[in-house]
T-cell receptor
Framework: TQLLEQSPQFLSIQEGENLTVYCNSSSVFSSLQWYRQEPGEGPVLLVTVVTGGEVKKLKRLTFQFGDARKDSSLHITAAQPGDTGLYLCAGAQAAGNKLTFGGGTRVLVKP | KAGVTQTPRYLIKTRGQQVTLSCSPISGHRSVSWYQQTPGQGLQFLFEYFSETQRNKGNFPGRFSGRQFSNSRSEMNVSTLELGDSALYLC????????????FGSGTRLTVV
């Protein structure tokens, strides 16, 4: 069974601070996807990382895929209240037609 | 273009009943996946359909079933509902394999009483 461990489970920070969310597994994934989910809505794709060691930036968000394609991190610089939400990492198998989700990190950015 | 549409948004059913949920994927997307989201278990994969064929199935009992039509629309059915089936059911679509990401619908919130 492939498992993705996300940490921390909950983060509460002040506006302007930085934060990092981690996603770890003992399994290799063909891709690692990050989603953000708001209450009452479905997850929204933020980024997909495919190559080991890959780093992608999306404005103030930086995503990294581990060299061995088993772990990933999401770093937010100068967080804003609009970054509040549930962040989910999800790993895709080689066939790509099933996602294994981490437990999620609930981020609260206070103004 | 229109996103993934799930109907209904909310549903209340009695234990023992059955329910059918509907999902219309993004136009041109042929892969439709279903996930169950609960506070305790998070997001868990139910099944995935591509061109009317089930390609992958999660670890759920046979009470959970699905199908996909020729226009890529999909339905999932849960029979003999149990209290533990209360959850947010999410549908996601992608062009083919989902290696590069999925588009999720807003979900159907099912409450079993």
């Amino acid at each position: 069974t492939q498992l993705l461990e996300q940490s921390p489970q909950f983060l509460s920070i002040q506006e302007g601070e930085n934060l990092t969310v981690y996603c770890n597994s003992s399994s290799v994934f063909s891709s690692l996807q990050w989603y953000r989910q708001e209450p009452g809505e479905g997850p929204v794709l933020l980024v997909t990382v495919v190559t080991g060691g890959e780093v992608k930036k999306l404005k103030r968000l930086t995503f990294q895929f581990g060299d061995a394609r088993k772990d990933s991190s999401l770093h937010i610089t100068a967080a804003q209240p609009g970054d509040t939400g549930l962040y989910l990492c999800a790993g895709a198998q080689a066939a790509g037609n099933k996602l294994t989700f981490g437990g999620g990190t609930r981020v609260l950015v206070k103004p | 273009k229109a996103g993934v549409t799930q109907t209904p948004r909310y549903l209340i059913k009695t234990r023992g009943q059955q329910v059918t949920l509907s999902c219309s994927p993004i136009s041109g997307h042929r892969s439709v996946s279903w996930y169950q989201q609960t506070p305790g278990q998070g997001l868990q994969f139910l099944f995935e359909y591509f061109s009317e064929t089930q390609r992958n199935k999660g670890n759920f009992p046979g009470r959970f079933s699905g199908r996909q039509f020729s226009n890529s629309r999909s339905e999932m059915n849960v029979s003999t509902l149990e209290l533990g089936d209360s959850a947010l059911y999410l549908c996601a679509s992608s062009l083919s394999a989902g290696n590069y990401g999925y588009t999720f619908g807003s979900g159907t919130r099912l409450t079993v009483v």
